[in-house]
């Protein structure tokens, strides 16, 4: 029997947010108590932020109290072959009201969106139940990779 090697490593932090930038699905995650929930969404990242919407409901009055989430990214080769980003950092709602510079900012991310799909908040939206935009703040990011000789199958039990 074939003996499989798996070999470890950080990501450099170029390597990291090159894998961000690369997809535009991963899981964020929010805590408040005793709670835990993790969802997946669309997003974008650009600037050091991640940038996305979701819909109204119990996580935006969740996020109002404890904005601190984490969000993850993952790219799965086999089973032994992946690479994965986590960010931890605090979740800005954004809103087409308000101050001028905060409304501004709105409509940066929301140009950023429209760049990876047109139809994002106009009458075509793929999702428009996703009216909340979002901005999460990178404050941590770690990269993990790991690699083998094997071809993704498990061994025979």
């Known amino acids: 029997m074939k ?7 950080e ?26 929930a993790i969802s997946l969404v669309n997003y974008l990242y650009a600037d050091r932020s991640i940038y996305g ?12 109290h404890d904005p601190w989430v984490a969000f993850e990214v993952s790219e799965i080769d086999g089973v032994y072959d992946w690479r994965v980003v986590a960010v931890r950092g605090s979740l800005e709602l954004l809103s087409d009201k308000g101050p001028a510079k905060k409304v501004a ?18 009458p075509r939206d793929p999702m428009p139940q ?8 990178v404050d941590e990011m770690i990269g993990r ?3 083998s000789n094997d ?6 039990a």
């Open 3 to 9: 003996s499989i090697h798996v070999k470890t490593r």
């Open 11 to 36: 990501l450099d932090h170029d390597s990291a947010e090159a894998l961000l930038r690369k997809h535009h699905v991963g899981s964020i995650a929010l805590s408040f108590h005793d709670r835990v």
């Open 53 to 64: 919407r979701m819909e109204d409901g119990p996580d935006i009055a969740v996020l109002r």
């Open 105 to 122: 900012e709105y409509h940066a991310a929301v140009d950023r969106m429209r760049a990876v799909v047109p139809a994002v908040l106009t």
């Open 130 to 137: 996703r009216v909340q935009v979002f901005r999460v703040y």
């Open 145 to 147: 990779e790991s690699s």
């Open 151 to 156: 071809d993704g199958k498990l061994p025979p």
